[in-house]
């Protein structure tokens, strides 16, 4: 079974960094892309950026180049999701999800609430 | 970007009707189009990839349509546990890019 299972909830101060996680799991972590989208509250999907862990080839999009950093560690079939200064702007659930190449999103992690409040 | 419209943001229906869920595309994005469902709290699923085709255990009564810039979601009878938001996304052009959404709601 095709699981992926993201990191739990949670609670930032602006300005700290964070990392949160997706670990996939049920295939070849290596053959698909693993994205991260976000949702800010009562709002729609956003993609920020995609990685194929196969090679660690990275894509973002233009909105969100240079505001996260996108990783992924095949040894542990993990993507990383990462910000160095957090916003109260970022505060969303943020979901990764698994897409084969030219091709919809089949499958999602369950969500991480990231909260940014001073 | 692909900028993704749809129509109209809320549709209020009663269990049983039909209902009919419009996407445009801002260019041709040939039939690279999904579509997902979201309930509250959940991520999305997929229902529909390629414009038209059925994802696993998708149930008949949701159907897609169209290509290159106007697609449709048509579910034919609505059951209770098909109210939810749906998008749809293109996957044509990177980034890909999602439609603000569509509520279908209980009328």
């Known amino acids: 079974e095709v699981q992926l299972v993201q990191s739990g909830a949670e609670v930032k101060k602006p300005g700290e960094s964070l990392k949160i996680s997706c670990k996939g799991s049920g295939y070849s972590f290596t053959s698909y892309w693993i994205g991260w989208l976000r949702q800010m509250p009562g709002k729609g999907l956003e993609w920020m950026g995609i990685?194929?862990?196969?090679?660690?080839?990275?894509r973002y999009s233009p909105s969100f180049q240079g505001q996260v950093t996108i990783s992924a560690d095949k040894s542990i079939s993990t993507a990383d999701l990462q910000w160095s200064s957090l916003k109260p702007s970022d505060t969303a659930v943020y979901f990764c999800?698994?897409?084969?190449?030219?091709?919809?999103?089949?499958?999602w992690g369950q969500g991480t609430l990231v909260t940014v409040s001073s | 970007e692909v900028v993704m419209t749809q129509s109209p943001a809320t549709l209020s229906v009663s269990p049983g009707e039909g209902a009919t869920l419009s996407c445009r595309a801002s260019?041709?994005?040939?039939?690279?189009l999904a579509w997902y469902q979201q309930k509250p709290g959940q991520a999305p699923r997929l229902l529909i990839y390629?414009?038209?085709t059925r994802a696993t255990g998708i149930p008949a009564r949701f159907s897609g349509s169209g290509s290159g810039t106007e697609f449709t979601l048509t579910i034919s009878s609505l059951q209770s546990e098909d109210f939810a938001v749906y998008y749809c996304?293109?996957?044509?052009?990177?980034?890909?890019?999602f439609g603000g959404g569509t509520k279908v709601e209980i009328k």
């Open positions: 999800a698994r897409q084969a190449h030219d091709s919809a999103i089949d499958y």
């Open positions: 996304q293109q996957y044509n052009n990177w980034p890909d890019t």
């Open positions: 260019q041709s994005v040939s039939s690279n």
């Open positions: 990685i194929y862990p196969g090679d660690s080839d990275t």
């Open positions: 390629g414009a038209s």
